[in-house]
């Protein structure tokens, strides 16, 4: 007799708020490896979370059969790692900036402190070397790039040699080969050590393939389960790429306003070198951006991407102390940062991360008027008619008055990415903008970035670790190699 690790049959939440829109009813077998898959905003995380008992339910029945494991409780036998960038616990008390203020880092544990003790053998031999752990022991997590972060995540659950193993977007943030090596783990892992993988993925179009079944989520309504072949095979036979001629039209077509800088060079950094304590991350750069140039930024996890941005963006304390001119003006000469800020367009994980206010999502993007956390400045009501004109353009004007944190991460990513745009900025710094969107959404924002780039006197810098996901406008490319 077949056996079912999970089964749910005619489930209904009994909070309305995490109610799906229709019963669901779904066995998983003991040896199937599943990929939840679905647009942003569809329900993936609501039906993981009945499916791992996190709701009561009002109707339906849900069991488990977790033999040969000597529990049958979720707790014991489950991992579920959601993604959502954080930095373990104290998450809440997390705030924009604090990677880069050093002072603020003396109460933060290490990947030595969060890993604990770890036995020695052949599973934590495996991860140590597939996710370079070793020489991340004594750094202190708030300091690990996004990517980093991701590795931890990832090796501490690993260890715990769970029966099944849950993941929300595990591959986002992480560079091309770290990606390929997560793979072929986690499809030995299925083989050797017997765990059960269920991925929830956004990117329709990139199931691994040990993956065995997929099963769509589609507004709100969970659907039958389906063989992983049969899945592609009918999402490519319906997928039309749409045409975004009348989109990128509104983009060209938006009207020029404020006043702009008149310098050639946009970014200038003179043998800037930054550390944190004896760990060098930038050393002597020296790097010019002209009016007009777009480059894509790229190297591996914890080479100094997003510490390299943050000095552009004045977001880090050292930026200070380093030979830095952005729009001709040198840093520290007077200017105000604000009045430099007026003038950049910026994204990025770390911004995301922070980002935990409650307002509705329109004032979200209304804070980018003044580059603010929250909105303190009550916009006027052509500024919020632009903001809703951005929302419209990203996707997202009918969640204006859904507050921020109800929204899916994907729908906050691009409620940031409509904030990001929102005063016409001259510099745009898009740090993986397209991070965790649907296949949709991420051809939607790389049209809409290509667009904005072919506009006057633009300028942009681009992280992202998905070649594919680069517009056609880049002109420059710069690649950061790590430092031991």
Known sequence: MKQYTFSIEEGVARNPLTRLAAPVTVDIGADEHIAIVGPNGAGKTLFVDMLLGKYPLREGTLRYDFAPSPTQTVYDNVKYIAFRDTYGAADANYYYQQRWNAHDQDEAPTVRETLGEVKDGPMSRELFELFGVEAMLDKKVILLSSGELRKLQLTKALLTAPRVLVMD????????????????????LTRMF???????????????????????????????????????????????????????????????????FDSDEVIRLNKVSIRYGDRIILKELDWTVRRGEKWALSGENGAGKSTLLSLVCADNPQSYACDISLFGRKRGTGESIWEIKKHIGYVSPEMHRAYLKNLPAI??????????????????????????????VFGVAGLKDRPFLQLSSGEQRLTLLARAFVKDPELLILDEPLHGLDTYNRRRVKNVIETFCQRRDKTMVMVTHYEEELPSTITHRIYLQRHS
């Open 194 to 260: 017997g765990v059960q993988v269920i991925l929830v993925l956004s990117m329709l179009d990139d199931v691994p393939t040990f993956i065995t079944h997929v099963i769509p989520v589609d507004r709100l309504t969970v659907r039958p389960k389906m063989k992983r072949g049969e899945y592609l095979e009918a999402f490519r036979a319906q997928d039309r790429p749409e045409s975004y001629a009348a989109l990128r039209e509104r983009v060209l077509k938006l009207p020029y306003e404020g006043e702009t």
């Open 169 to 188: 977007n595990p591959f986002i943030g992480l560079d091309a080969p770290t990606r390929s090596l997560l793979t072929s783990l986690l499809e030995r």
């Open 363 to 392: 004032e979200i993007v209304a804070s980018g008027l003044h580059d603010s956390i929250g909105l303190y400045k009550r916009p006027k009501p052509e500024q919020m008619e632009r903001c809703e004109w951005w929302m419209d």
